[in-house]
C-alpha cells in the first residue's frame, strides 16, 4: 500500500504543478481529434494548503475552447474541483490557448492544446543479410511497432529485396511482423532502401545490404578417371537384391548451396535404369558437407551397368559428374542329372529317381517344373517353389505307366530370371502280354545323332536299310536336334513359335484349349486338335487317358500313316460347378516298331515323342461370381535385355497364388506379334506359375507394349513391356568435325584425348584402321570394347617431323558380336612449328642489394609463335654474384606468356655484377637475359645523441656524450665490411653456448658516466641514420637473448659494489628493434637506472641483419655519498699534429671531468714529462702549463698541455693524474710531429646540426658546432647561427659562456639573453675574443632556454609559497576546550568575566603587519586570529580543528632546456698565419699592424659605384629619418659628445675642407702606411666594420622573421636623368644598382 501511494504521488507531481498551495493540472493536450468533433476534458484544482482558498478563472480566447460561464471558487483545504473543457475543431490544424486563474496571492495559468497527429513508427535502421548464394533466398524477420494512432503503411523496395507483407493497416499501438527476403541473382553487393510510406505522406527508411555469392561445391574425392569427379563401383550385385554406396559433396563456400542431381540420358541407354538417388535436390549450408546415397537395383541379370549422375549448383553452369559400376549376379541353378532312365517296369507298378536342384549364387530365385502328375505318368514330389541362395533341393521323380509303350518327357524347368533347364525321361513298361523296346540314356544319345544324320525321320526297319546303302546315304537330310538351339527357344519351339530349325516329327496344331464356360449341366463339352506325323514311317499315338479326368481324348490310340495327320477329339466333363479346371493333356508318339522290342536293335531304335495340350475351362453360372483373385506378381515392368533385330530375347516373371482358391490367367496376343508370353493361359492353385515372354523385332528401334492380364474372367492386371532393337550407336566429340591439335615444336610431341561414348544397350568393339601413310599420329589402343552407356577414352599423340601443317583421316569401326561393322571416321589436324623464346625485358637492373640478401624481379617469357616451346634456361656462372631462376625448364604455349622470378644474390660487396642467361631450344642456345646488380652491406651510422632528462648528462656537451658512449668507434666499425662468422646467423639464430665468449672483434664501450644514488634515471637518445641504398633491420641481443654468463664479463677489481646485482635490470635500449629504410633515422633511447651503489656492466650484441655484429660494453657508475670519481671517458688522448720547429706552438687542452657530487682536486706529476724531456737531449717536448688544479661537481677541467716536437714522429707518454681522496689514474697521450704541408688540425666527424627534434624541446639551433678554423693572435672572428623557437609558448633564452674558464675568455655570444615568441626564430653572433696566445680551442657554451608559462607559474606558487609561510607565521592556535554557552543573560556575563579571567594567563603574539595574499586573494577576518565576546577561546580552537592550515610545499623551479653549442678553431701565432689578415678586426694597441697591413691596390669603377651606390642611400635615407633629425637636435643636451673620439686634436679645420673637396673632385690612392694620423684610420675603419655588421645582422634578422624577402624581384625606381659632375659620386645612385 506504501508503495502504491508512493506511485500515486509520483503519478500527481508528474501530472500537477503546484502554486502557492494550489495543485492544478499541468497542461491538456487532445491527440486524436477530427474537425466538426466534440471532445471533453476536466482541468482539476485541490487546495493543499491550511487555508482557504477564493479563485477565480478566465475562459479561453479561442473560441473552439469553451468552458462553463466562470464564477468564482471557494476551496476548502484538501477539496478538489473539476472545470470541464470543451475542444469543437473546425480545421485541421494546430490548437493552443490557456485558462487564467486568479488567487489574492498572484496568477496561473493552465496550457490548452490540440496537436495534430503524430505518427510514430519503430522498426530497425538497418538489416544486413551478409552473404547468400545466386538464385537463393535468405530471410529476416523484424517486427514493425506503431507507438500512434492507426495508419495505413506500404513499402518501396528494390529488386532483389521483398518486403511482405508490403502494405496494411496497423493499428493503435498495434504492431506487425514484417519478412524481408533477399534473393540475389548474380554475385554482387547489394545495398539498397526500402522506404516505408505512413500517416500524411511521411516516411522512413531502413538500410537494406547484402552480399550475392557463388557457391562452390566440390563432388567427391579425385578419382583415377579424370573425366568424372567421383566413381561409385557397387561391384557385384546379385538378381533382386540391392546394393548402397555414398558419395560426399562438400560445400567449401561461405554461402549456402543447393544442389541438384540428375542422370545423363543419351540413346537407348536410359531403358537401363538402375542407379536410383531419391533426392534429387540437396540443400548444403555453408562449410559442410553431405553424403548423397545412390542405390543399385539390378533389373536384368548377367549384365554391367554403367551409368553417370550429374550434379549442377544452382546459379553455376558448372557441372560435376558421378559414374556409376555394377554388375547384376545372375542365379546359378543347376539340375543333375539332366537324363533319368527308369527301369522296365510293369504296368500298373512305381519306379522313382531323385534328382537336385541347386542355386549356387547368392541370389533368390523361383523354378517350376513344366509336368503334370495328374495326366501324365510321370510325376514330381514338389513342382515349383523358391530356392533360397547356396540352397539345393531334392526332388523325387515317379513313373507310374498305365500301358506297355515306351515313353520319352523332355521336362522344361522354368527357372526365374534364368534360362529353362530341361530333364529327359525316359522309360518303358510291359506288360505279360506285350514288351515294347527298352530306352536307356544312351539310347537318347544314339537319337540325337541318328537327327544329325538324317535317319531320325525313318522308321527302323529303314534306318538299318539306309545306313548300308551308300546312295541312300548321300540323300539324308541332316537334321538338328532341340538339344543343339538356346533353351528359351527349346521351350518356345515346342509351339512352333521359334526361329531356329529343328527337326520336327510329331506336332499338335494346338498347344492349348480353352473351353471357356461350361454349364455343369451340359455334360460333354468338346474341342478338336490335330497331331501330325512329319516322320516317314507309320506312327502310333497313344494318350493318356485317366478315368476320373474331367478331360478325355478320343480316339485314346490310333496310328497315323507316314506324312499324314489325325484329329483327336478332347471332351470335357465338368463333375463340378464353380470351379476353374486346366489340365495338361499327355500322349505319346512313337514308331509302331517299338511295341515290341523283338523289331528294333540298338541301332535302330528311336526314342518316343511326348505332344502336351493344356486344357482350361471354368463351371461358373452367369450370375455367380468368380473368386476374388488374390496374386502376387514381382514386378510391373518387364524390360528385356538388348537385342539385334531379328534375335529373340526372353524375360520371366513371377505370378503367385497368396489366395485360398484357384486362379486362371489368361494374356491378351500382342496384335502386332513382337511379344509372345508362354504359358498364354494357366491356372494356378496355391503355388506360382513362371511367365515367360519372348520379344522378336527386326526394326532398330524402342518399343513399349502393355500386356493385359485376365484373372478370373473380370480381374485384370497389366504389365509393361519395355524393349529395343539395338544397333551400334556410339557418340563422339563434334561429330563430322577436325579434331585440332595445338601447333607442336618439331620433334615435340603433344597428346590429346579423344572420348567415344556407347550410347547402346549392347558392349561394342571400336577398331582403328591402321594406315601406313603417316606416323606424325598415333592412337593408343588400337581397339576396345566399350561397355553399354560408358566411355572410352583415346590418346591420340601428335609429333611432327616438319615445319608443315598436317592432315589425317583416321577411320574406325563399331560393331557387336553378331551384328555387321559401323563404319565412322575421324579427321585430325596439327602444325609444326621451329619454337622461338623472347624475354620481356631482356636486361633487368637489381640496382643495389643486400650481400647474402635475395631480391627478386619477374620477367616475361614470351612465345611468338604459335606451337609450344620446350626451354631449357643456363645461368653463367659469376664470381662475385648468383642468379637463381623460379624454373630452369618447361613448355611455353604458342603465343603464351609465362612470368619467370629472378632471383639475384650478391656474394660480396661489389657493384656492376652482369649475369647472362642463355636460352636452349632443341640444342640451339641463345642469350634471353642479362642480370645486372650490384651488392651491398647495410650501412647504418649514428648521427645525433643527446640526453633526455635533467641532470648531469643534460649539462655535458654533445662531444662528450659522444665520446662516452664511443659513436666515433661505433660508426668505424658499422662502415666496415662484416665477417663471414658474422653473417652466418640471423637475428632470430644467434645464439651461443653458455659461459662461451663470443668471437666478435668490434667491441666498444658505451659510458653513461656517473650519478648520485637514487638520483633519476640517466637517459640517452642516440639517432641511427641509414647512410646505405638498401633498408638496414638492427636488434640489440642481451645476455638472456644470447645465453650468456654475465658474471663472465664483470670486471670484478673495478667494481664498487661486492655484492652482485644483475645489471639487466639497469640497462635497457628501446627499441630493440627495428627496420630504417635508406635515409631514414631512427631514435634509440638508453637507460640506465641508479638504484644501487657500484659500477654495472651488461655486454649487448648489436646485430645488423646481414651486416656488422657490435658488442657494446654497457657501463654505468652509481656513486655514494661524498664519493669522488674523476670520469675518463678513455684513457688515452691525441694531441693534434704540430709542425716540427715551430717557434710559438699552440696550447692543447685535456678534459678532466669530474663526475661526483663534490670538488675534486687533481695533480699532474711531471716526471714522465721530465723524463721525456731527458730523453730529448734536455729539448722540452711535451710539457704542462697548470699540473693543479680544482674542479667543481659535473665539470669540466681543461688542463692545458704545449706539444713542441723535434722529430717528425708520434711520441707517447704515460702521464699520471693523481686525485685527492681518490687513486692515481694513468693516460696516455699520443702527439705527432709533422712536416709544414702536412700540419692538419684533427676534426672530429660529430654532425653539426640536430637530426631529430626531442618530443619536450623548446628551441633548436641551426648549427650546433662553429668552427673558426685558423685566426690570428690578436685577432677576433665572428659567426652567426639562428636559435628558433619550436614550441607553441614563449621562451627566455640565456647564453652561459662560463662553462669553463677558458670558455669565458675566449668566446662571447649576443644577444647574451632575450625572448622568442612562438615559431620565431633570432640570429646568433658567436665572437672570439682576441687571444695573445697560440691555442686550440674545442669550447661547450651552453644555452638556457625557459618556457615563460612555467616561469610564471613558478613565480606564482612562489609567491603563494611565500604568503603561506608569512600566514603561518603570524598565525596562532588557541588549545583551551570550548565551554558550554550560557542560558541567561546573567550567566553570560559570568562567563565572560571568567573567560576574561582565563585570558590573562595566555600571551597575545606581537602584531605584525600580515603579507599580501597572491592573486589579489582577500585576507580572512580578523576575528579568526583573535577572541570577541560573542565567541570563546574553544570555538576558535574547534574551528582551527575542522579547518587546519594545510603544510605548503616549496616549489622547484621549472628545469631549463639546454642546447649545447660547439666552439672550434685554432689560433695561430700572427707572425706564421698564412691567410689574409686583413679580414680579421685586430684591435691597434695589441700590435703594431704597420707591419702585417697588405698591399692596398687600385679600385675599379665597379667597385667604386658599389660603394658609392651603397653609401649614398644610406646617407639619403639618414637624411630623410625624422628620429635621425631630433637626435642630432639633441646630440648637445648629452653629457659625451657622439664621434668625439674620432676627431683628432691637431687637425686643421681648413685644411681637412681643402682636403675633401680635392678628394671630391679627384681620387686619389691613400697608402695606409703614410697617414698622419694612424690610430684615426683604425677607428674609422672599426665604426665602419661595426656599422656594416650590425646593419648586415639586422638584414639577417629581418629576413629569418621574413620582414624582407631577398629574392624578391629588384624594383627601379624611375627619376629624372641627371648627370653626376665629373669626378664625383652621386649620393642618389639608385639601390637597383646595388642588385
Not at 550434379?311 to 537324363?339: A, R
Not at 523325387?396 to 515306351?406: A, E, K, N, S
Request: proline content about 7%; some cysteine; aromatic content about 8%.
Amino acid at each position: 500500500n506504501e508503495y502504491k501511494s508512493y506511485l500515486r504521488c509520483i503519478r500527481m507531481a508528474t501530472l500537477h504543478e503546484s502554486y502557492k498551495g494550489i495543485l492544478s493540472t499541468k497542461q491538456i493536450t487532445w491527440h486524436k481529434w477530427k474537425p466538426g468533433g466534440e471532445y471533453t476534458k476536466v482541468i482539476k484544482i485541490k487546495n493543499v494548503d491550511t487555508k482557504t482558498k477564493l479563485i477565480k478563472y478566465k475562459t479561453p480566447q479561442n473560441r473552439c475552447f469553451s468552458t462553463k460561464y466562470p464564477e468564482p471558487i471557494t476551496l476548502v483545504s484538501g477539496n478538489t474541483a473539476s472545470i470541464p473543457i470543451t475542444f469543437r475543431p473546425l480545421e485541421k490544424e494546430l490548437y493552443e490557448d490557456e485558462v487564467e486563474f486568479y488567487t489574492k496571492t498572484g496568477r496561473f495559468s493552465v496550457n490548452v492544446q490540440a496537436v495534430l497527429p503524430q505518427y510514430s513508427l519503430e522498426f530497425p535502421q538497418n538489416i544486413n543479410f551478409s552473404s547468400s548464394g545466386v538464385h537463393q533466398s535468405v530471410s529476416k524477420r523484424f517486427t514493425l511497432i506503431n507507438r500512434s494512432i492507426e495508419t495505413y503503411f506500404k513499402w518501396s523496395f528494390d529488386s532483389p529485396f521483398i518486403v511482405e507483407p508490403n502494405m496494411g493497416l496497423l493499428p493503435e499501438k498495434g504492431d506487425c511482423d514484417v519478412i524481408i527476403t533477399f534473393s540475389p541473382h548474380h554475385a554482387l553487393a547489394y545495398d539498397s532502401k526500402a522506404i516505408l510510406s505512413y500517416g500524411n505522406g511521411e516516411y522512413k527508411e531502413v538500410h537494406l545490404s547484402g552480399l550475392g555469392k557463388h557457391p562452390f561445391v566440390i563432388v567427391g574425392d579425385t578419382p583415377e578417371d579424370e573425366e568424372v569427379d567421383e566413381v561409385l563401383d557397387f561391384g557385384n550385385v546379385c538378381i533382386g537384391k540391392s546394393a548402397t554406396r555414398t558419395f560426399p559433396i562438400r560445400n567449401v563456400s561461405g554461402v549456402d548451396a543447393r544442389v541438384f542431381i540428375s542422370r545423363e540420358r543419351n540413346g537407348t541407354a536410359s531403358l537401363d535404369e538402375v542407379f536410383y538417388c531419391k533426392r534429387k535436390e540437396f540443400y548444403i549450408p555453408s562449410n559442410t558437407d553431405i553424403d548423397v546415397k545412390v542405390e543399385f537395383i539390378p533389373s536384368i541379370e548377367d549384365k554391367d551397368y554403367i551409368d553417370y549422375f550429374t550434379v549442377t549448383t544452382e546459379g553455376l553452369p558448372s557441372q560435376s559428374f558421378v559414374k556409376c559400376l555394377g554388375y547384376s549376379v545372375p542365379p546359378e541353378v543347376s539340375l543333375s542329372p539332366t537324363v533319368i532312365s527308369f527301369k522296365y517296369t510293369e504296368v500298373g507298378k512305381q519306379t522313382s529317381h531323385f534328382i537336385n536342384l541347386r542355386n549356387g549364387s547368392e541370389a533368390e530365385t523361383s523354378y517350376q517344373i513344366l509336368l503334370d502328375g495328374s495326366e501324365s505318368v510321370f510325376s514330381v514330389e514338389k513342382p515349383c517353389g523358391y530356392l533360397k541362395p547356396l540352397e539345393e533341393v531334392q526332388l523325387l521323380v515317379t513313373f507310374t505307366p498305365h500301358r506297355p509303350i515306351p515313353h520319352h518327357r523332355r521336362v522344361t524347368i522354368l527357372v526365374h530370371r534364368q534360362e529353362p533347364l530341361f530333364l529327359d525321361l525316359m522309360a518303358s513298361a510291359f506288360s505279360e502280354d506285350l514288351r515294347p523296346a527298352r530306352l536307356s540314356a544312351e539310347s537318347l544319345v544314339w537319337v540325337r545323332e541318328k537327327i544329325h544324320k538324317g535317319l531320325s525321320m525313318y522308321p527302323p526297319e529303314l534306318q538299318q536299310i539306309i545306313a548300308t546303302t551308300p546312295d541312300d546315304t548321300t540323300k539324308l537330310v541332316p537334321g538338328v536336334s532341340v538339344a543343339n538351339i538356346p533353351a528359351p527357344s527349346q521351350y518356345f519351339g515346342l509351339c512352333q513359335l521359334a526361329d531356329e530349325q529343328f527337326t520336327m516329327h510329331v506336332s499338335v496344331d494346338l498347344e492349348s484349349l480353352n473351353f471357356g464356360k461350361c454349364p455343369v449341366y451340359q455334360h460333354v463339352h468338346h474341342k478338336n486338335i490335330t497331331v501330325t506325323n512329319h516322320t516317314k514311317g507309320r506312327v502310333t499315338v497313344v494318350w493318356n487317358d485317366r478315368q476320373d479326368s474331367p478331360f478325355t481324348v478320343l480316339p485314346t490310340e490310333i496310328d497315323i500313316q507316314p506324312l499324314k495327320s489325325a484329329s483327336f477329339r478332347v471332351n470335357f466333363s465338368p463333375q463340378k460347378p464353380n470351379q476353374f479346371y486346366g489340365v495338361s493333356l499327355e500322349c505319346s508318339c512313337f514308331f509302331k516298331e517299338l511295341r515290341d522290342a523283338r523289331l528294333v536293335s540298338d541301332e535302330t531304335i528311336s526314342s518316343p515323342w511326348t505332344l502336351t495340350v493344356y486344357c482350361s475351362a471354368e463351371t461358373f453360372d452367369m450370375d455367380q461370381e468368380p473368386f476374388l483373385p488374390r496374386i502376387y506378381t514381382d514386378t510391373s515392368q518387364v524390360l528385356f535385355p538388348p537385342c539385334l533385330p531379328d534375335q529373340p530375347v526372353y524375360r520371366t516373371f513371377v505370378l503367385q497364388n497368396t489366395g485360398t482358391t484357384p486362379i486362371h490367367y489368361k494374356f491378351e496376343e500382342d496384335p502386332m506379334g513382337l511379344f509372345c508370353v508362354k504359358p498364354m493361359s494357366g491356372v494356378i492353385q496355391d503355388t506360382l506359375a513362371i511367365i515367360m515372354v519372348r520379344f522378336l523385332a527386326n526394326q532398330a528401334k524402342m518399343y513399349r507394349y502393355q500386356l493385359a492380364c485376365i484373372l478370373n474372367t473380370k480381374h485384370k492386371i497389366v504389365f509393361t513391356l519395355l524393349a529395343s532393337v539395338e544397333t551400334p550407336t556410339v557418340i563422339t566429340p563434334n561429330p563430322g568435325s577436325t579434331l585440332h591439335f595445338t601447333p607442336q615444336a618439331v620433334g615435340s610431341f603433344t597428346t590429346q584425348n579423344y572420348c567415344v561414348q556407347n550410347t547402346s544397350r549392347l558392349p561394342l568393339s571400336l577398331e582403328w584402321k591402321t594406315l601406313p601413310t603417316d606416323d606424325s599420329f598415333d592412337i593408343s589402343p588400337m581397339s576396345s570394347v566399350i561397355k553399354p552407356n560408358n566411355k572410352e577414352v583415346f590418346e591420340v599423340t601428335f609429333c611432327p617431323k616438319e615445319d608443315k601443317l598436317y592432315r589425317w583421316t583416321r577411320p574406325f569401326s563399331v560393331h557387336h558380336e553378331a551384328s555387321q561393322r559401323e563404319k565412322l571416321s575421324v579427321t585430325f589436324s596439327g602444325k609444326g612449328n621451329y619454337p622461338t623464346l623472347t624475354c620481356t625485358p631482356d636486361e633487368i637492373d637489381f640496382s643495389i642489394a643486400v650481400v647474402g640478401r635475395e631480391s627478386k624481379k619477374t620477367v616475361s617469357l614470351i612465345n611468338p609463335n604459335s606451337c609450344d616451346a620446350p626451354y631449357s634456361l643456363l645461368i653463367e656462372e659469376t664470381r662475385n654474384c648468383v642468379a637463381i631462376l623460379s624454373k630452369t625448364s618447361g613448355i611455353l604455349a604458342g603465343y603464351g606468356r609465362e612470368e619467370l622470378q629472378v632471383s639475384f644474390i650478391p656474394i660480396e660487396e661489389a657493384t656492376d655484377c652482369v649475369i647472362k642467361i642463355y636460352c636452349q631450344l632443341y640444342h640451339k642456345s641463345s642469350l634471353l637475359l642479362t642480370v645486372r646488380g650490384s651488392g651491398t652491406y647495410p650501412k647504418l651510422s649514428f648521427v645525433d645523441i643527446r640526453s633526455l632528462v635533467p641532470g648531469t648528462l643534460s649539462t655535458a656537451s654533445k662531444k662528450r656524450l659522444w665520446d662516452l658512449f664511443s659513436l666515433d668507434l661505433l660508426n668505424k666499425y658499422l662502415k666496415d665490411i662484416p665477417e663471414p662468422k658474422e653473417l652466418r646467423h640471423l637475428m632470430e639464430t644467434r645464439s651461443n653456448a653458455r659461459n662461451k665468449s663470443v668471437k666478435t672483434k668490434a667491441l666498444a664501450a658505451v659510458d653513461f658516466g656517473s650519478n648520485s644514488l637514487s638520483s633519476q634515471s640517466s637517459k640517452v637518445m642516440v639517432v641511427l641514420q641509414n647512410t646505405g641504398n638498401v633498408s638496414a633491420s638492427f636488434r640489440f641481443l642481451f645476455p638472456e637473448d644470447l645465453n650468456l654468463d654475465i658474471v663472465t664479463w664483470a670486471e670484478s677489481e673495478e667494481s664498487y659494489a661486492e655484492d652482485y646485482v644483475d645489471p639487466s635490470e639497469c640497462f635497457s635500449i628501446e627499441p630493440r628493434e627495428g627496420t630504417i629504410e635508406p635515409g631514414k633515422k631512427q631514435s634509440l633511447i638508453f637507460t640506465y637506472k641508479h638504484h644501487t651503489a657500484g659500477r654495472n656492466e651488461l655486454p649487448i650484441l648489436l646485430k645488423v641483419l646481414q651486416g656488422r655484429e657490435l658488442f657494446l660494453q654497457m657501463r654505468g657508475v652509481t656513486l655514494a655519498n661524498n664519493k669522488v670519481y674523476p670520469q675518463f671517458a678513455h684513457f688515452s688522448h691525441t694531441l693534434n699534429p704540430i709542425r716540427i720547429g715551430s717557434v710559438n706552438p699552440p696550447i692543447q687542452y685535456y678534459e678532466l671531468y669530474n663526475g661526483s657530487e663534490c670538488s675534486m682536486s687533481y695533480e699532474v706529476l711531471t716526471d714522465s714529462l721530465d723524463q721525456l724531456t731527458r730523453d730529448n737531449h734536455n729539448c722540452q717536448i711535451l710539457s704542462c702549463l697548470l699540473p693543479i688544479g680544482r674542479v667543481q661537481p659535473h665539470s669540466v677541467a681543461q688542463i692545458p698541455f704545449v706539444f713542441s716536437p723535434l722529430e717528425a714522429k708520434i711520441y707517447a707518454v704515460d702521464i699520471k693524474i693523481m686525485v685527492l681522496g681518490d687513486k692515481t689514474y694513468t693516460i696516455t697521450l699520443f702527439g705527432e710531429g709533422v712536416r709544414e704541408c702536412s700540419e692538419a688540425r684533427m676534426v672530429t666527424n660529430i654532425p653539426v646540426k640536430q637530426a631529430i627534434l626531442l618530443p619536450n624541446q623548446l628551441a633548436v639551433l641551426s648549427h650546433e658546432a662553429v668552427d673558426f678554423d685558423a685566426i690570428p693572435t690578436f685577432a677576433s672572428a665572428e659567426k652567426i647561427i639562428f636559435l628558433t623557437n619550436t614550441s607553441n609558448e614563449n621562451v627566455t633564452f640565456r647564453w652561459n659562456t662560463a662553462t669553463t674558464a677558458i670558455s669565458n675568455e675566449m668566446v662571447s655570444v649576443a644577444p647574451q639573453t632575450g625572448m622568442l615568441h612562438p615559431k620565431s626564430s633570432t640570429l646568433i653572433q658567436v665572437r672570439v675574443k682576441p687571444t695573445p696566445a697560440p691555442a686550440i680551442m674545442d669550447l661547450d657554451v651552453i644555452c638556457e632556454i625557459t618556457d615563460n608559462s612555467k616561469e610564471e607559474d613558478y613565480h606564482m606558487k612562489v609567491a603563494k609559497y611565500r604568503h603561506h609561510l608569512e600566514e603561518s607565521r603570524v598565525t596562532f592556535t588557541i588549545t583551551e576546550d570550548r565551554q558550554k554557552s550560557p542560558a541567561t543573560p546573567g550567566e553570560l556575563m559570568d562567563s565572560w568575566k571568567s573567560a576574561s579571567t582565563l585570558n590573562k594567563y595566555h600571551t597575545l603574539p606581537p602584531i605584525q603587519a600580515v603579507a599580501p595574499a597572491p592573486l589579489d586573494r582577500p585576507l580572512k577576518s580578523p576575528r579568526e586570529y583573535c577572541c570577541s565576546r560573542t565567541r570563546k577561546h574553544g570555538e576558535v580552537q574547534d574551528r582551527k580543528k575542522k579547518a587546519p592550515i594545510t603544510e605548503e610545499v616549496k616549489p622547484t623551479p621549472p628545469q631549463p632546456f639546454y642546447l649545447h653549442l660547439r666552439v672550434t678553431g685554432q689560433i695561430k701565432d700572427i707572425q706564421e698565419f698564412c691567410g689574409d689578415i686583413s679580414t680579421y678586426t685586430i684591435p691597434y694597441t695589441a700590435i703594431d699592424m704597420a707591419e702585417f697591413v697588405a698591399p692596398i691596390r687600385e679600385v675599379d669603377s665597379s667597385e667604386n659605384n658599389v660603394v658609392t651606390g651603397v653609401l649614398g642611400n644610406i646617407l639619403k635615407s639618414l637624411l630623410e629619418d625624422v628620429d635621425i633629425h631630433d637626435a642630432i637636435r639633441n646630440l648637445e643636451k648629452e653629457p659625451i659628445p657622439y664621434f668625439l673620439q674620432l676627431q683628432p686634436d691637431s687637425v686643421d679645420t681648413s685644411t681637412q675642407e681643402e682636403a675633401t673637396e680635392e678628394t671630391s673632385e679627384i681620387p686619389v690612392k691613400v697608402d695606409p702606411t703614410k697617414d698622419a694620423h694612424p690610430e684615426v684610420n683604425r677607428k674609422i675603419a672599426s665604426v665602419i666594420a661595426d656599422i656594416l655588421d650590425e646593419t648586415l645582422g639586422n638584414i639577417l634578422q629581418e629576413s629569418t622573421q621574413k620582414e624582407l624577402v631577398l629574392t624578391a624581384r629588384p624594383r627601379t625606381i624611375a627619376l629624372p636623368p641627371r648627370t653626376p659632375p665629373s669626378g664625383k659620386m652621386s649620393l642618389l645612385t639608385p639601390f637597383s644598382t646595388l642588385t
